[in-house]
């Protein structure tokens, strides 16, 4: 009898998961999206960023073969880089050094749809000299990333294969931006 009792308490040790399981999953609406853990808006569907070459301030050429193999924060904004823009790009530079030894893992690129004057151009790179920047018009990747969004300020997170997946507002939360892009360092961590 307590053969029989202790195979029953087995059977419903490894079934009761799986009963549980198939309870939540029948219960889920089918409509409801399920909750995720980033900070950053996710874009759906994925952006590929394919195909474009625009000619940087340093005279250097970024195209997409330069955003393979790292992960790329994009700043795009389509008016003059005036106080709340020239925050964001520090704040942007200090995410980036926060990162740490991931450092040279990810990229920053400013873009902007204004004719900047000179002044302002030779005082960013003097500044971010990591910073890749351009404001170069028609730009090819502006152009692109726009169609996700219409807004004036935007940042945008590129994955290592060249696709735009997550966006973030003008004025956002370094520490959350942070948070996603360590994670999203650690997962794809190569061995």
Not at 3 to 12: A, E, G, R, T, V
Request: proline content about 3%.
């Amino acid at each position: 009898m307590k053969k029989q009792n202790n195979l029953i308490i087995i059977l419903i040790i490894f079934t009761l998961p799986f009963i549980f399981s198939y309870y939540f999953l029948k219960i889920q609406d089918s409509n409801e999206r399920w909750e995720t853990t980033n900070y950053g808006k996710f874009i759906e569907p994925l952006v590929p960023l394919t195909e474009f070459e625009i000619k940087l301030f340093n005279n250097a050429l970024l195209n997409n073969k330069d955003l393979i193999n790292k992960w790329t924060l994009i700043y795009i904004t389509k008016n003059q880089c005036l106080k709340e823009c020239s925050k964001d790009i520090h704040l942007l530079r200090q995410v980036h050094i926060a990162l740490g030894k991931d450092i040279n893992r990810v990229q920053r690129v400013f873009l902007s749809n204004y004719d900047e004057k000179i002044s302002f151009l030779k005082n960013l790179e003097a500044e971010y000299p990591n910073l890749l920047f351009s404001n170069i018009r028609p730009n090819q990747l502006y152009k692109i990333i726009h169609k996700i969004s219409k807004k004036d300020k935007q940042i945008y997170l590129v994955n290592p294969a060249g696709n735009v997946i997550l966006t973030y507002k003008s004025n956002f939360n370094g520490q959350k931006l942070l948070k996603d892009l360590k994670k999203l360092l650690k997962f794809s961590k190569k061995e």
